[in-house]
């Protein structure tokens, strides 16, 4: 009996109870809550736009489509190299493996630092929310480019947090925590990657393409 | 006997019970623990103490209005009681009460299971709420002062007032978070882990209702976690979704506040009848009345509750057809919590009806529940709503609902699953005692608040005209009543830890599958895991004492 004691508290992985269905339902409901939590900003973007349809279309014109289209770009590719990652691991390439998750990981950078760059001028420009430069204009460019940081800031987030997963699920993977007959946490991770792929992909027309 | 394997003839008395088993001593056996056991005593003993503090401040918002004019405080800080008395009581007490401390212990145990889906996710689970409540509790003394918006953090004041406003807001998202999880394990939990044989209608109702009440969780809290987010983004950035300065709408708020927090009414409420229903059975001793009417309706209550939000707003601007609308759904979802009620009324006919505390508190909560949902109906009615909105009758009706509801089912819960907790016994007359001041203190308390709200006393007033002095008075000798109620019941509770008795494992003739591990249970909960070949609640004489 200690034995089984000592291994619920100290809870090393080997006597843990495993439930790969379990783990990956636990996982969906999680992404469920993700797109909740967007969805609350995607109904205040669909609220604004009615009311001020004519001045979004007006902002969004000024938004580098080129730089948006670029991190759509990059940002599929990486959830093609997470795929990989996550084959490779099942097929017990470790080594293959770990290249595509840092590759992926190097994409989700790619993406931050074009958005950096992005912000940065229209910070440079005097676009951010309670500038002055801004106020001086129609409530509802304000109320664009409120939801443009808002949205793509949040994004960014996850962005960050998934990449810092990655990092993570590398570790695992070098010290054989995740196997090719146990891989249900880089799977996870993998989905977590695509939620942040996906919702992109209605960033992208809502903000860059709306013009 | 809904078990087969398991039962009370074979005491597993070899093993020790999980005070006992663990790897770690002291303080880290329980700051460090993934046992699903020690997690519900560790929120337990987190939130009886955020209880008494609410509870504090409560008094000293009655003890105000115990004269006219200022008795002993100054307006703004009568504005940040009630600021404070909300959001420790909503968010630190009773939305994450009854499935954080009773759906951790009880839920595995009761579907037959070692522990939840994922253990360390339900510690990291408490962490948050800890986390989440430290910073609600240190805005209180830092920044600009307490916030004095109310709990319901309405824009734009919450925007502009110097108040710290912004921590407390964070401190909500980070328990917010904590919630999203516990509902989230609880989920794949009743999935993957139920005992052999216990299928979808064998489940006992107190997990079907943290069930239900899970979903409600997983699917409301991210829109209370957005809108959170941005009232901080809006106090920090100015980013102008909901300031109408900037050309955002404060309404949009609303509707979004409204989209979790009417829900999360529904959280409060689900576990609460949930544990009723286990305890009206097996002090009634007899099955439960319309077993596939009570799953029903509670998975009714979650869907159709997330559907009543704007009831709150009838009064903030909205059109006339969606009020109609909102106001339709409201009365609808009245129906699956009467069901509820009659199913209750109707297990105790041709019961041996045992009026033991715990008892006696679910007996309080379906009388107080029912005031509370049909003053609740009352709003739902267009015309009278505008009467009586934001008056003291609003006030009366959720206190009903949640401290009559809600409070009354954690403190049945408390009474009931108390010998299996602790493996000792309270007082059984001082607690009967207590519950004749609480429920009596409670009437005199919120009753009156009705009838002044009915009169036209406005809520959040620090003061009062003349005509209402009457039934202040009478309504702050009911709170020292009652507060002298809850504090009988809790100096029962705590002195009943150290009364060395020995506890049967199944001291009320419950059948659900608690019962059949000892008290307090093992580290493991189950020596051989159980299997279930009959529906729940089947109460057989023949192997029980005979009834009383």
Same mark, same amino acid.
């Given at each position: 009996m200690s034995a089984s004691v000592e291994s619920h508290d100290a809870?090393?992985?080997?006597?843990e109870h495993r439930d790969y269905i379990g783990a990956k339902l636990g996982m969906w409901i999680f992404i469920f809550t993700e797109l909740i939590l967007f969805g609350g900003l995607f109904v205040a973007y669909g609220m604004y736009r009615s009311m001020h349809a004519h001045e979004f279309h007006k902002a969004a014109g000024e938004l580098n489509v080129v730089l948006g289209v670029i991190n759509t770009v990059v940002l599929l590719t990486s959830s093609l190299t997470m795929v990989l990652s996550i084959v490779a691991i099942r097929l017990k390439r470790k080594g293959q493996s770990m290249i595509f998750l840092a590759t992926t990981m190097v994409l989700g950078c790619v993406f931050l630092v074009n958005k950096f760059f992005e912000w940065r001028a229209k910070i440079h420009h005097?676009?951010?929310?309670?500038s002055e430069h801004l106020m001086a204009r129609p409530p509802g460019e304000r109320l664009f480019f409120g939801l443009y940081y808002g949205m793509t800031g949040l994004h960014g987030l996850h962005v960050t947090v998934g990449v810092t997963v990655m990092a993570v699920m590398l570790v695992l993977l070098r010290r054989d925590k995740i196997r090719h007959d146990d891989f249900i946490k880089l799977e996870n991770a993998g989905l977590y990657w695509h939620l942040v792929d996906v919702i992109w992909i209605f960033l992208l027309p809502l903000f860059y393409l709306a013009a | 006997m809904s078990t087969a394997a398991a039962s009370i003839a074979t005491p597993t008395h070899g093993e020790p019970s999980f005070y006992a088993g663990s790897s770690r001593r002291g303080m880290l056996s329980w700051l460090l623990t993934t046992d699903h056991k020690r997690i519900g005593l560790m929120y337990l003993a987190a939130m009886l103490t955020f209880f008494l503090v609410g509870m504090t401040l409560g008094v000293f918002m009655r003890l105000e209005h115990?004269?006219?004019?200022?008795?002993?405080?100054k307006p703004t800080t009568y504005n940040a009681l009630f600021t404070l008395h909300g959001v420790i009581m909503i968010?630190?007490?009773?939305?994450?009460?009854l499935p954080a401390v009773f759906g951790n212990f009880c839920l595995p145990i009761m579907i037959g &299971? *070692?522990?939840?889906?994922?253990p360390r996710l339900n510690l990291l689970s408490w962490y948050l709420f800890m986390t989440g409540a430290t910073i609600a509790i240190t805005s209180l003394f830092t920044?600009?002062?307490?916030?004095?918006?109310?709990?319901?953090?309405?824009?734009p004041y919450s925007v502009t007032?110097?108040?710290?406003v912004t921590m407390a807001v964070l401190g909500a998202f980070v328990i917010g978070f904590s919630s999203i999880l516990t509902g989230l394990n609880f989920i794949t939990t009743i999935h993957r882990m139920r &005992? *052999?044989?216990?299928?979808w209608m064998r489940m006992p109702l107190f997990p079907w209702a943290l069930y239900a009440t899970a979903w409600v969780q997983v699917l409301a809290t991210p829109i209370l976690g957005i809108t959170l987010l941005l009232v901080i983004l809006e106090r920090?950035?100015?980013?102008?979704?909901?300031n109408p300065a900037i050309g955002g709408d404060p309404i949009l708020y609303q509707h979004l506040f409204w989209t979790y927090s009417h829900p999360a009414v529904y959280i409060m409420i689900i576990p609460a009848m949930g544990a009723i229903s286990e305890i009206i059975p097996t002090f009634a001793h007899r099955t439960v009345f319309g077993y596939k009417a009570i799953v029903m309706s509670s998975m009714a209550i979650a869907a159709v509750g997330?559907?009543?939000?704007a009831h709150h707003m009838?009064?903030?601007?909205?059109s006339e057809t969606a009020i109609i609308i909102f106001s339709l759904l409201t009365f609808l979802v009245a129906i699956p919590s009467a069901i509820k009620v009659f199913n209750w009324v109707a297990t105790l006919y041709k019961g041996s009806v045992e009026l033991k505390a715990p008892m006696l508190f679910a007996l309080g909560f379906i009388f107080l529940f029912s005031i509370g949902g049909l003053t609740g109906l009352f709003q739902g009615a267009l015309a009278i709503n505008m009467h009586i909105h934001d008056t003291y009758f609003i006030v009366g009706h959720f206190h009903y609902v949640m401290f009559g509801g809600t409070g009354f089912a954690f403190f049945a819960a408390l009474h009931y699953w108390y010998p299996k907790m602790f493996g000792r016994m309270y007082n059984e007359r001082t607690a009967i005692v207590a519950w004749v001041h609480i429920f009596v203190g409670f009437n005199m308390l919120y009753f009156t608040m009705l009838v002044l709200g009915m009169q036209g006393m406005p809520r959040r007033y620090y003061d009062h005209l003349p005509q209402f002095h009457g039934g202040h008075i009478h309504a702050t000798i009911g709170s020292w009543i009652m507060v002298a109620g809850l504090l009988m019941m809790f100096g029962n509770l705590v002195r009943g830890l150290f009364r060395k008795v020995e506890i049967p494992a199944n001291p009320w003739g419950g059948?659900?599958?608690?019962?059949?591990?000892?008290?307090?249970?093992?580290?493991?909960?189950?020596?051989i895991l159980p299997v279930i070949t009959e529906p729940p609640y089947t109460f057989n004489p023949v192997s029980k004492e005979p009834a009383p």
């Open positions: 809870g090393p992985p080997a006597a005097g676009l951010y929310p309670g | 115990l004269t006219m004019g200022p008795t002993i405080m968010f630190l007490f009773v939305i994450p009460g &299971a *070692k522990d939840v889906a994922f920044g600009g002062g307490p916030p004095d918006t109310g709990w319901s953090f309405y824009v007032t110097g108040t710290n &005992a *052999k044989g216990m299928n920090v950035f100015h980013l102008g979704i909901f997330s559907l009543v939000w009838f009064t903030s601007g909205m059948v659900t599958l608690e019962w059949t591990v000892p008290s307090p249970p093992p580290v493991e909960n189950f020596e």
